[in-house]
Nanobody
């Protein structure tokens, strides 16, 4: 298994930026497909972005043009750069991993490993 630990969450004003990072340890990471999800209070967990081992990416329509997912296989990290943040981006953000697959998975049940989450709060 791979262990995932998120960091970088916090409180930011509307229009601000945050960079989340997910550090992986354990079994081989470089081949895994990695994803970011988020869950707001009272809502289902929703897909944010995903990246393949080779750097192919996909993102939810709600964050396209504002959020960017990237990975560094040597450092075993996956980052989520979030710009132009809105109050509706407020949620707990989770990093997730799964075996390599295409098309990139966008449903939470397709991921087998999860981090503990990091809180992102955007004030209006």
């Amino acid at each position: 298994q791979v262990q995932l630990v998120e960091s970088g969450g916090g409180l930011v004003r509307t229009g601000g930026s945050l960079r989340l990072s997910c550090a992986a340890s354990g079994r081989t990471f470089s081949a895994d497909t990695m994803g970011w999800f988020r869950q707001a209070p009272g809502k289902d967990r929703e897909f944010v972005a995903a990246i393949s081992w080779s750097g192919l990416t996909t993102a939810a329509d709600s964050v396209k043009g504002r959020f960017t997912i990237s990975r560094d296989n040597a450092k075993r990290t996956v980052d989520l750069q979030m710009n132009s943040l809105k109050p509706e981006d407020t949620a707990v953000y989770y990093c997730a991993a799964t075996a390599p697959r295409l098309p990139l998975p966008v449903r939470s049940w397709e991921y087998s490993q999860w981090g503990q989450g990091t809180q992102v709060t955007v004030s209006s």
